[in-house]
Each structure stands twice: as C-alpha cells, then as structure tokens.
C-alpha cells in the first residue's frame, strides 16, 4: 500500500523556521517527484511546490508566494521529502499536505500525464506571536 | 499561471439527485484536468483524472466530461457519503493550479 506519513508541523512565531518531513512507504520513492500542497482553515488547495527524481536533477519548482523562503529536499536513502520553511508569516498558517503524482506515459505517442494520488493526513503550522 | 474557475462555489442537494459541478480553465488545458474529493479534516482523494478516467475503487456513479477549456464532474445519484467539497486540478503545466472548490451540502 502506497502510504505518506507528514510530521514535524506545530506553533511558530512569525519569522521563525520549521521543517516538516515525509515519510513515503509502498512504492519506489527514488523514481517519483514528491509534491506539497497546504490549506488554510475554511480556504481552498494551494500547490506550494515540488522536486523531482535524481534522474530528473532534483529540480524543484516553487509557488510565488513562497519562493525565496521555502526549500523543498529529498533524502532517497530515508524515502522522506522535506519543506523547509524559513521567514514564515501568518499567512503560511495552514494543513500542508505532501502528495506523490502517479505519472502516466505512453511510449508510443510520447503522451504523458500526471494527478496527484495518494496525499498524506497533513500536519498543521500555525504562525503566530 | 493558468487559472481554474469552479461554479458553483457552493450547491445544496438531496440524496438521489443528479449534480454537476463545472471548471473552466483560461486557456486550453486538452485533457489535463483532475478532480478531487475534500471531506472535513480529511486529505483530497483523486476521483477522476485525465478528465474522464474514473479511479480504481472510486464509484461509477461519479463520471468527468470536457476538453480544451470545460469540465464537468457529474453524480448521477447522490448518496449521504458524496457530501463533500470538490476541486478540479489542472495537471497542464507547473504550477498545478486547483479550482476553488465546489462545496456539496444536504438540502
């Protein structure tokens, strides 16, 4: 079974730091990109950003709204992706979910797709004095 | 960033009912559109992806429509469990860009 366990989240003061982690257990962790999307109590799905496999030069790519402050990593030798979070505002209050894309790829035409499936419980930040 | 529009933001509905729910995007996304369950305090589950493929396990009651620019995620027959909040997801290009939600409650 394809499983995502986040830890790490809690309370932290506005411009503080704090590093949540994902487990990932049941599939080939080292071959997949890793995602994190958050949800502020009451509001919608934000994609906060993502990194790709070794294959794929661990590149990441970031939401505007965290880029500069936020770094996603991996350790393949653990299956566990990172988000650091560094000059957290109020505003970075929310659920921060990881979730693994399951890719699709047809050799033959060269289609390829993605969606988002499964996503961890979540574990909540709350910033704030 | 492509932009993911979902009316309506809200609907009520009664167990039985046929329910579609709509997600536009701003520019044409061919078939790279994903939706997603949201019960509270739970994570999103996928239901649909690729616009019309439903997931394994996911009931047939569900079924997604559209290309290009207009989606639709219809339940032929509501049942108490689907009373959720829905998000259409485009999967076209970085960001992945979700819907607002469409939240489904009990008339």
């Known amino acids: 079974e394809v499983q995502l366990v986040e830890s790490g989240g809690g309370l932290v003061q506005p411009g503080g730091s704090l590093k949540l982690s994902c487990a990932a257990s049941?599939?080939?962790?080292?071959?997949?990109?890793m995602h994190w999307v958050r949800q502020a109590s009451g509001k919608g799905l934000e994609w906060v950003g993502r990194i790709r496999s070794k294959a794929n030069s661990y590149a990441t790519a970031y939401a505007a709204s965290v880029k500069g402050r936020f770094t996603i990593s991996r350790d393949d030798s653990k299956n566990t992706a990172y988000l650091q979070m560094n000059s957290l505002k109020t505003e970075d209050t929310a659920v921060y979910y990881c979730?693994?894309?399951?890719?699709?790829?047809?050799?033959?035409?060269?289609?390829?797709?993605?969606?988002?499936?499964?996503w961890g419980q979540g574990t909540l930040v709350t910033v704030s004095s | 960033d492509i932009q993911m529009t979902q009316s309506p933001s809200s609907l009520s509905a009664s167990v039985g009912d046929r329910v579609t729910i709509t997600c536009r995007a701003s520019q044409s996304i061919s078939s790279y559109l994903n939706w997603y369950q949201q019960k509270p305090g739970k994570a999103p589950k996928l239901l649909i992806y690729?616009?019309?493929s439903l997931q394994s396990g996911v009931p047939s009651r569900f079924s997604g429509s559209g290309s290009g620019t207009d989606f639709t995620l219809t339940i032929s027959s509501l049942q108490p469990e689907d009373f959720a909040t829905y998000y259409c997801?485009?999967?076209?290009?970085?960001?992945?860009?979700f819907g607002q939600g469409t939240k489904l409650e009990i008339k």
């Open positions: 979730t693994r894309p399951a890719v699709y790829y047809d050799i033959l035409t060269g289609y390829s797709d993605n969606w988002f499936d499964p």
């Open positions: 049941g599939f080939t962790f080292s071959g997949s990109a």
């Open positions: 997801q485009q999967s076209y290009s970085t960001p992945p860009v």
């Open positions: 690729a616009a019309s």
